[in-house]
């Protein structure tokens, strides 16, 4: 390698040297300016972001057990066992449902883990309920945990009266 060579490969290294520590040098600034920035904002900076909210839990819609006085209403509803093991599905409605006279079927069922039971409610409105006055109470089964289903029991307005024809 000749002299001039060896001149010309070093000064290509110093200018490669030169940009690479005026990068680091550029990196560094800029990473200590930004240093400074979040120690002047002080405690502010170490505020933890606010927590989010729980997702709101979804409305259970209400089952509606209506039909006009003294006819029976019915609604089923499924359940699933995910307690791990057989149990008997025991289901109660609320005071003020089993005041009004709703039952639930079948009461008592066995249910293996993973299955799904079906039940019906069936109730019936009587003449002394007001047609803009529902009952509202709930359903759950026991031992399937605290989630209670709501029910309305509604009565309906009746038939009109066929007018009958004068001859």
Same mark, same amino acid.
């Not at 259970?60 to 209403?73: E, H, R, W």
């Not at 002394?128 to 009952?135: A, P, S, V």
């Not at 759950?140 to 989630?147: A, D, I, L, T």
């Given at each position: 390698m000749s002299n001039s060579q060896f001149k010309e490969l070093f000064g290509q290294a110093m200018r490669l040297n030169m940009k690479y520590y005026g990068g680091l040098f550029d990196v560094t600034r800029d990473y200590l300016g930004?240093?400074?920035d979040l120690a002047e904002k002080g405690a502010a900076a170490d505020t933890p972001p606010a927590p989010r909210p729980a997702p709101a839990a979804p409305v259970? +819609?209400?089952?509606?057990? /209506? /039909? +006009?006085?003294?006819?029976?209403?019915s609604a089923s509803f499924a359940v699933t066992n995910n307690t791990g093991k057989e149990v008997a599905a025991d289901p109660a409605v609320s005071d003020a449902l089993a005041a009004a006279g709703v039952k639930v079927e079948p009461a008592g069922r066995m249910v293996a883990h993973g299955e799904e039971a079906v039940f019906t409610l069936?109730? =019936?409105?009587?003449?002394?309920? =007001?047609?803009? +006055?529902?009952?509202?109470g709930s359903v759950?089964?026991?031992?399937?945990?605290?989630?209670e289903i709501p029910v309305v029991l509604r009565r309906l307005p009746g038939a009109a009266a066929a007018k009958a024809k004068k001859p």
């Open positions: 930004a240093l400074r259970v +819609q209400p089952l509606i057990l /209506a /039909a +006009q006085a003294n006819k029976i209403a069936k109730g =019936k409105p009587t003449g002394k309920m =007001k047609l803009d +006055q529902d009952i509202h759950s089964v026991h031992p399937f945990g605290n989630r």
